[in-house]
């Protein structure tokens, strides 16, 4: 791609979307902050409006061979964002998906928020993250819902596929869900 750096990239409805290079953030369990990358420290909570999310098994960042869930979410600069948990993370997150879908409420119609606890075990102090959410606006919600139904394509195929470490021939990953086709997607039916 080449790109005339005095013209500002275009964004979909105001959206920053980069495809395939969502911004990076990062959940430092040990020192419990989030941060953009690896310097940009943001304190103990992050803000999310979560657009989609998946899980895996796979060898990263020198840490075992292990269940991570990647969250795409757009940040408080209404960019495309992506962020990894894992461990006693994944449960948490998997607990606020149950607790929406019994209120019968999508995870993609709140403002999510995650936050690091601390926690104590043998091998020292860490932090885990946990989730709480509010309602967002019914408008924002419909905006980011046409947004990720439009560009789901480009989400599902984003960082990951890029920096997976080579597993163990003798490991094979799980297959993965196929994203359905647009003309298949809509706001009623939007299955992440």
């Known amino acids: 791609m080449f790109a005339n750096a005095f013209n500002l990239p275009q964004t979909k409805n105001g959206i920053v979307h980069f495809p ?5 953030y990062r959940a430092d369990c040990k020192a419990g902050i989030f941060k953009i ?4 420290m943001l304190g103990n909570s992050l803000q999310m409006e979560i657009l989609a999310y ?4 796979a060898e990263l960042f020198n840490y075992p061979y292990q269940q991570w869930v990647e969250v795409f979410f757009i940040d ?3 960019t495309v964002s992506n962020i990894l948990f894992k461990t006693e993370s994944i449960g948490n997150f998997l607990e606020l998906i ?16 995650a936050k690091t606890s601390k926690r104590s075990s043998d091998n020292g102090n860490y932090y885990a993250v ?8 019914a408008d924002r919600a419909a905006e980011l819902c046409d947004f990720i139904t439009n560009n789901i394509n480009e989400i599902y195929a984003a960082r990951l596929a890029h920096t ?3 597993p163990n021939p003798s490991q094979q990953l799980p297959a993965q869900t ?15």
């Not at 395939?20 to 990076?24: S, V």
């Open 37 to 40: 990358g690896e310097t940009e």
């Open 76 to 78: 408080k600069d209404n």
């Open 164 to 166: 997976f470490d080579k």
């Open 20 to 24: 395939g290079c969502p911004r990076q």
């Open 130 to 137: 946990e989730f709480s959410y509010v309602d967002n606006q």
């Open 178 to 192: 196929e994203p359905k086709p647009i003309n298949e997607v809509s706001p009623e039916n939007l299955e992440i």
């Open 98 to 113: 149950t607790s929406l879908t019994v209120a019968k409420m999508p995870l993609g119609s709140q403002i999510v928020t």
């Open 54 to 57: 998946r899980t895996f098994n």
